[in-house]
Each structure stands twice: as C-alpha cells, then as structure tokens.
C-alpha cells in the first residue's frame, strides 16, 4: 500500500485549498485520517474517514474541513475552507489496514495572516 499526498500551498487566511490521498496498492477502502505537524508541535489528528464512510472531525477543524473518499480511484479528499494562520503545517494522510500502518509523504500548507 501507498499513500500519495497532493494539495497543499500558500493560501491567505480565509481561502481554501483541497488536500488529495491517492491510495494505491491495493482494492479496499482503508480507514484514512488526516493529520498534521507544525513546526515545534507534535503531529496531531485532524479528520479521518472510516471503511463505512463515516467521517471524524478534530473539535478546531468542524465545520470547516470536510473529509470524503472517492471510491472510483481509492482517494481521500480533505477540503479545508475559511483557512486560519494556525492550520499552517505539514498535512500526512495514514491509512491502516490489517494492523499495518502506512504514510504518505505529506504536503505542506501555508496560511498567511
């Protein structure tokens, strides 16, 4: 299995920008979270979206970000809008399947005050 992260950029704050995981290396949905890491802080979950479809949402993020799968091509979106100078970092998608964990490489967003 692997996980390629898309999206990230320099976005004012306000803007919006849409996250991409493309899962490759296999048929199966995978449960798939979001997570990120500031510089100096700890990588921390941010969304993720189950095998049934069922999205979670860290508290800082409802409301504004919106995880979904596109079946078709086994990809995870994660839609942020109304962006704010703290949701700068690096973003990683993890999938897990059969107690194995995997990564993408992460991409990086940037939003500027």
């Known amino acids: 299995v692997q996980l390629q992260a898309s999206g990230g950029g320099l976005v004012e704050a306000g803007g919006s920008l849409r996250l991409s995981c493309q899962v490759s290396g296999t048929v199966f949905r995978l449960d798939t979270d979001w997570y990120r890491q500031a510089p100096g802080k700890q990588r921390e979950l941010v969304a993720g979206?189950?095998?049934?479809?069922?999205?979670h949402y860290e508290d800082s993020v409802k409301g504004r970000f919106t995880v979904s799968r596109d079946g078709a091509t086994n990809t995870v979106y994660l839609q942020m809008n109304s962006l704010r100078p703290e949701d700068s970092a690096v973003y990683y998608c993890?999938?897990?399947?059969?107690?194995?964990?995997?990564w993408g490489q992460g991409t990086l967003v940037t939003v500027s005050s």
């Open positions: 993890r999938a897990v399947r059969l107690g194995r964990t995997y």
């Open positions: 979206i189950d095998t049934s479809d069922v999205a």
